[in-house]
Antibody, heavy 116, light 107 residues
Framework: EVQLVESGGGLVQPGRSLKLSCAAS????????MAWVRQAPKKGLEWVAT????????YYRDSVKGRFTISRDNAKSTLYLQMDSLRSEDTATYYC?????????WGQGVMVTVSS | DIQMTQSPASLSASLEEIVTITCQAS??????LAWYQQKPGKSPQLLIY???SLADGVPSRFSGSRSGTQYSLKISRLQVEDIGSYYC?????????FGAGTKLELK
């Protein structure tokens, strides 16, 4: 059974950093492209970043480019999202997901609140 | 960026009724379109990919279709477990954009 479990969320002040993790199991992690998708409270879904299966390429939405870094450790079957210079508009539930054009499997999500 | 215009924003329907949700893409995206269901308090689940292909484990009452740059999700006989929000997503090019969502409620 595919499982994706996010962790690392919480309350953080504007301008500070936070690192999210997503532990994967039930499939060969190193074969899959991965992504982060977020959802602000009571809002719709928004793609954040994607990383290719071997980590060779990454893609970001414009609003997080230069502030967020997606990475992966295939030996640990873990996906990461380093979030720097956080803003109030980054407040959302962050989901990790497998990616193949569409988002096949999703984690349960982790809440990030940016507020002073 | 490719815009996905989803309608309606909300929908109230009766059990066993046929429900249709549509998404209009701002440019040609071919069959690079997916649909997701999100139940209250849960993470989204893939329903349809490549515009018409049913994801594993999804009931056959769900179907997807395409006419040019307009895409539709159809629920042939609404069940109580289908209540929630639905989103389309274009997988043609970065940034991968979602529709604004349709909230489906029971009448």
């Amino acid at each position: 059974e595919v499982q994706l479990v996010e962790s690392g969320g919480g309350l953080v002040q504007p301008g500070r950093s936070l690192k999210l993790s997503c532990a994967a199991s039930g499939f060969t992690f190193s074969d899959y492209n991965m992504a982060w998708v977020r959802q602000a409270p009571k809002k719709g879904l928004e793609w954040v970043a994607t990383i290719i299966y071997d980590g060779s390429r990454t893609y970001y939405r414009d609003s997080v480019k230069g502030r967020f870094t997606i990475s992966r450790d295939n030996a640990k079957s873990t996906l990461y999202l380093q979030m720097d210079s956080l803003r109030s508009e980054d407040t959302a539930t962050y989901y990790c997901a497998t990616y193949y054009g569409h988002f096949d499997y999703w984690g349960q999500g982790v809440m990030v609140t940016v507020s002073s | 960026d490719i815009q996905m215009t989803q309608s309606p924003a909300s929908l109230s329907a009766s059990l066993e009724e046929i429900v249709t949700i549509t998404c209009q893409a701002s440019q040609d995206i071919g069959n690079w379109l997916a649909w997701y269901q999100q139940k209250p308090g849960k993470s989204p689940q893939l329903l349809i990919y490549d515009a018409t292909s049913l994801a594993d484990g999804v009931p056959s009452r769900f179907s997807g279709s395409r006419s040019g740059t307009q895409y539709s999700l159809k629920i042939s006989r609404l069940q109580v477990e289908d209540i929630g929000s639905y989103y389309c997503q274009q997988a043609h090019s970065n940034p991968y954009t979602f529709g604004a969502g349709t909230k489906l409620e029971l009448k």
